[in-house]
C-alpha cells in the first residue's frame, strides 16, 4: 500500500475516534452475556452485519461464557471499510485486552497496530482469513477453516451418490470456481478434486484433470474412464459464470458438478436454467455447493442440489476466543481448523445446522 494511503487511513481513523460513536456493533459481558469479570478479550471482524458474522460473534461470546471472560465484539459495515477496521483495532489496542482476535481486512493498513499491540504483549489470535503477512511471532495462532479438507468433505459426500455411475463408460464432473488467485477458493477447489481423483482411483478409475493448467495432472482425457473438468470465468460477474457452467452441463457424460463457493453454485444454478428447467437433480446431474446462501438452500430444499458444505461460523468465533484466553495466560497455543459441515434436504432445518448457514 503506498504511503498517501496509508497516511488517509490513519487521518480518517483520527478524525472518526473523535465522532460520537461508530457503525459497527459490540457485545460484551452485559448484552453478550459473558461471565467473566476483568479477563477481557477484544474481537474484531471484518463485519457485523452479515449473518456469517453474527454467527462467529454467537460462537465467541459462547466460549466467553463458558471459559470466564468477557468479550468485545466489533466489525467494520462491510469488508472494503479497511479504516473503520483500523480504528476499531487502535481502540481495542488502547483498552489494554489480556488479548485481541482479529480477522484482518488488510495487514499491511494494520502492520503499525499490530507492532504495538506486539510492544505492549497483547497477543493477537488470527480466525476466519486471519492476519496474512503479519510479522513473525505477531500472530500466536488462527482459528480458521482447513479449506482444502472442506473442499474434500464436498467431494466424499458426493461421491457416495455417483459411486455406482463410474467405471463402466467414460464420464465428466464438472468443477465450477470463481476464480484461482484467492487463495481460499483454490483450496477449496484442490480439495474437491485431490479426494475425488484419490477416491476413483482407490477403485481403479484412471481420472484426467483438465480445464484449468492450475489444477490438470498428466492423465490424458483420452486415457481416463473419468474426466474432471474445472471451468474458471474470466471475469467475476454473473454472464461468466453461467458461461462456464453452462460448458460442462451441456455435455452428454457429464453426471455431476460442484460449486467452490456461493458464486460458482449460483453460477451452475443460473445456467440451469434456475428451478424452472432442470438438468439436475438425484437423478439427472448431481450437484453440490460450498457456502449457503439464500438461492442455494432454496436449490437443497427443491432438490436442484444435492447437498453443499458450509464453513461452521460459530466455531470460528468459539475457537477464536478460546486461543486468545489459553494465549493471554502464556499457554502455548496452535492453529485450530473449525471444520465444515455437510447439509442436504434431511438436515438443512435442524438447529445444528442452521445456526451454520448463512447468506
Known amino acids: 500500500m503506498k504511503k498517501s494511503l496509508k497516511f488517509a487511513i490513519a487521518t480518517f481513523a483520527c478524525a472518526s475516534a473523535i465522532l460520537a460513536g461508530c457503525s459497527s456493533k459490540s ?33 465467541a461470546s459462547k466460549a466467553a461464557d463458558e471459559l470466564g471472560a468477557k468479550i468485545t465484539f466489533v466489525g467494520p459495515q462491510n469488508e472494503t471499510a479497511i479504516a473503520e477496521q483500523l480504528e476499531q483495532l487502535n481502540n481495542a489496542i488502547n483498552k489494554n485486552p489480556k488479548a485481541i482476535a482479529l480477522a484482518a481486512l488488510d495487514t499491511e493498513a494494520e502492520l503499525d497496530a499490530i507492532k504495538q499491540a506486539q510492544s505492549k504483549n497483547i497477543p493477537i489470535i488470527g480466525f476466519d482469513s486471519g ?9 500466536k495462532a488462527t482459528a480458521s477453516t482447513d479449506n482444502h479438507a472442506a473442499g474434500g468433505n464436498a467431494a466424499e459426500n458426493l461421491f457416495k451418490l455417483l459411486e455406482s455411475k463410474v467405471g463402466d463408460k467414460k464420464t465428466r464432473i464438472g468443477v465450477v470456481s470463481q476464480e484461482v488467485n484467492s487463495l481460499s477458493i483454490t ?34 482425457e483420452a486415457d481416463a474412464k473419468v474426466v474432471i473438468e474445472v471451468r474458471v470465468p474470466a471475469q467475476v460477474d454473473d454472464a461468466a459464470g453461467k458461461t462456464e457452467a453452462s460448458t460442462v452441463l451441456e ?47 432454496d436449490a437443497i430444499r427443491k432438490g436442484v442440489f444435492v447437498g453443499s458444505v458450509t464453513q461452521d461460523p ?4 468459539y475457537q477464536a476466543v478460546k486461543l486468545a484466553i489459553a494465549s493471554a495466560k502464556g499457554e502455548t497455543v496452535k492453529d485450530v481448523d473449525t471444520g465444515s459441515k455437510w447439509y442436504d434436504a434431511s438436515n438443512i432445518d435442524k438447529e445444528e445446522i442452521k445456526a451454520l448457514l448463512y447468506e
Open 314 to 317: 460459530v466455531q470460528i468465533g
Open 27 to 59: 457485545s460484551d459481558g452485559g448484552s453478550g452475556g459473558s461471565k467473566g469479570g476483568d479477563f477481557k478479550v477484544e474481537v474484531i471482524a471484518k463485519g457485523f452485519q452479515h449473518d456469517f458474522w453474527k454467527a462467529v460473534n454467537k460462537g
Open 251 to 297: 455435455k452428454e457424460d457429464t453426471i455431476a458438478v460442484y460449486g467452490s463457493n456461493e458464486f460458482a453454485a449460483k453460477a451452475i444454478i443460473n445456467a440451469n436454467g434456475g428451478f424452472k428447467e432442470s438438468k439436475l437433480g438425484k437423478d439427472k446431474i448431481l450437484a453440490v455447493g460450498f457456502d449457503s446462501g439464500a438461492l442455494q438452500q
Open 187 to 220: 483450496q477449496r477447489t484442490s480439495g474437491f478434486i485431490d479426494k475425488m481423483v484419490e477416491l476413483l482411483e482407490k477403485k481403479g478409475i484412471k481420472t484426467a484433470v483438465v480445464g484449468h493448467d492450475k489444477f490438470k495432472n498428466n492423465v490424458s
Open 131 to 139: 492476519v496474512p503477512g503479519a510479522p513473525e511471532g505477531a500472530i
